[in-house]
């Protein structure tokens, strides 16, 4: 199978778009509940790959019971949530950016729902380095790539309890990292980081407790094998816009 026809039965939208261009886009941007990762509200995407894709980084089945029951619980959630409120056929934008008035069903699964889909596009087996626009933008931010590193793993080693690490742009187009709790992200309006998520990690144990059990700087230092670079450099060319 062709890889454009593949992603396309995926329901990789996005994957899809850049391979293609043309009409696959433009048929995409005319949804109103599709943003700039195309997300859908109302649609449970397939994971991007197969659950032993990562294998050794992230083992096939914490992948499995990561996707096909937490992430497939926080959607139905959500959708149950968001049912019949003013939000329903609001894109994830929106609904994030009136967070604070939703309620903590939505806030919690919108957020648990949304997350997840940008950490397994943001994940891939083939890892390659950022784009030259985004490893100079880093470098300038951070100092290096490898001080970027460390501090994003810094970032994710020390938040406490449950939440997710970030690399972020902020509104005045500068990279950010920090960490949110719980299923929070940086659009939330409740959020102390605020910009448009570029590269997300999950840091509950449901992530890695299985393979690394207690050692979460492990699983994180691992986590570097498996960054899908061509992604996060797309999301910082989008957010750039
Ligand atoms: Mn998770």
């Known amino acids: 199978m062709e890889r454009r026809t593949f992603l396309k039965n995926l329901g990789l939208g996005i994957a899809a778009t850049a391979v293609s261009g043309g009409s696959v886009a433009n048929e995409l941007t005319t949804s109103k509940n599709i943003t700039m990762e195309n997300f859908n509200t109302h649609e449970f995407p397939a994971l991007p790959y197969a659950y032993n894709a990562l294998e050794p980084y992230i083992d096939a089945r914490t992948m499995e019971l990561h ?10 959630n959500f ?9 329903e056929n609001s894109t994830i934008e929106e609904i994030f950016a009136k967070i ?16 997840h889909v940008i950490f397994w596009k943001n994940l891939s087996a083939k890892s390659n380095g950022p784009s030259q626009e985004l490893s100079a933008a880093l470098a300038k931010e951070f100092g290096s790539f490898d001080k970027f590193r460390e501090a994003f793993g810094n970032s994710a080693k020390t938040r406490f ?23 929070d ?24 407790y299985l393979k690394y059990q207690n050692r979460r700087p492990e ?22 816009k």
Request: no cysteine; glycine share 8%; charged share 20%.
């Open 219 to 240: 699983y994180i230092d691992a986590f570097w094998n498996v960054v899908n670079w061509e992604e996060v450099s797309r999301r910082y060319k989008e957010a750039l």
């Open 100 to 115: 604070s008035s939703a309620g903590d069903a939505v806030r919690n699964n919108g957020g648990g729902f949304y997350n």
């Open 185 to 208: 992200n940086t659009l939330m309006n409740v959020s102390q980081i605020k910009g448009t998520p570029l590269l997300a990690l999950d840091v509950w144990e449901h992530a890695y």
């Open 161 to 183: 309890g449950s939440g997710w690490a970030w690399l972020y742009l902020t509104s005045d187009k500068k990279l950010a990292i920090g960490s949110t709790p719980n299923q």
């Open 67 to 76: 996707y096909d029951k937490h992430h497939r619980t926080y959607f139905n």
């Open 79 to 87: 959708t149950a949530a968001i049912k019949g409120t003013p939000l």
